[in-house]
């Protein structure tokens, strides 16, 4: 079963670290979750509310392989919202090829893959049906005039995630993640007070004065995600207000779907196994191939954050809380926006600090931080990985922001590193013995170490306090002070 705590606190823990302090008044969580609750004929109290009875007579709802979609129908008589769905359903589809290409096993992957790509190519020319908004069941598939060869595609796809044969194992969950998508902040934040409503033991998490600023928010297995950002300047008068993802590049939405769904992908097929710096660098890179980019403001240090930041672990975190403030999401280390995987923002770090005799013997394994003033730094030095960074000194507050930007870089470029580069030849091996983790991830008892999964897999330790004995991350150090 999907545990309701667990994913509340991480929400809670992301919330306290990632966002900006929000001054009173708090946000009309109560009139928000009256005004929706009236405005989709919610008769009922919170305990006899039926979530996914709701969704199925409100929205667009198809299942789509390990996943469920759900697209609000309201405004999809509009040619905008019916793009937003298929430009969104497109991308979930795109995410789910990847994945099989990365981690998919035989035939049935393969099989999978063309089904797959069937149904992109059919959704790229389906015809919006609007007539059919007013139907009792609503899914992407009759909303864009499926045929009977798109729905056994989509069948088939679903069949292979859910038994196993795909990529080899079985989710870890019955129960399916569902991806709910928030086309504006208004509704966004509409969602965030309903779940405050219909859950009242949680109440507190959701109805939140941070909450204006997340682009993500979990309630049991809905994962619900705002498609606009905050707005740069809040007006507590109209906390709604918000940006297009898209405003500054064309893929900045699917970017932020694809790398927050790759969460929910992970959470399917490994519940909690993998270490969440792990799982945060592989989801972000799902992105950057899908899209070659990913300036998404989740990951790092950015306004709207509400899972990664102290939740995905921060080597050197206090796992006491504290609040940090709000930083562009615009950052040197976004210089590249992730298109080389962010290998020119670290190796120029890592230059620049192996220049400076403040930074120590150990050349390859320091970085250089900036304070939110922009004039003080400060010198970072591996390990950032593992139990070997479990223990490290935070910095100072003021070097927070900048800190956590490259983490988020860290984080990507190493299983970049590891995914292409790890088993010692690049390549074809190297990505087989990636798979041959995440299958042995899969397979073990709950409580397993991933550290010593990793261990295992690759037959060196993921980190250390030096170079020597020889372990993955001052691999990865070295061979990064070889890039360009």
Known sequence: MFHRVSLVSVLLAATAWCQTPISDPPPPFAE???AFGKAHHVESDPANFDVQAFFVREAVFERVGPFDLIYPRTGLESKPRQEELRAMASCIIELEALWLEWFGTGASAEAARADLALLKRWLATGRPQPAKLSDPKLGVLDFFAASDKERDAAARVTAVFQDGTALGYK????TRMQILLAPTRKEFLEFVAFF???????RAAFWDNGAIRWTECFW?????????DPAGKMDLAHPWDGTSMNLKWATGAVEHVSTRSAHSLCTTF???????????????NTSIALYGRNNARSGGSGRGNSVDGISMFVPGGQKSGGRLPGYSADSPWRATAGSDWFVKPLRTSQRVASKDASSGKEKTSTFEVTATDNVKKLFVRAPFLGDAAANKEVPAKEFLPDYLEFFRAYKSCFVHWLFEEGAGKSGKPSRDKFAELLRLVASSPEGARFEDLLSKAYGLPWSGADPKPENLEWTFLNWLSHQK
Do not use: R
Request: aromatic share 14%.
């Open 32 to 34: 928000f979750a009256a």
């Open 171 to 174: 989710p870890k969950t019955e």
């Open 196 to 202: 405050g409503w219909a859950d009242p033991d949680h």
């Open 220 to 228: 049991n297995a809905i994962q619900v995600l705002s498609l606009e």
């Open 270 to 284: 490994f519940g909690y196994a993998l270490d969440p710096a792990f799982e945060s660098g592989m989801c972000q």
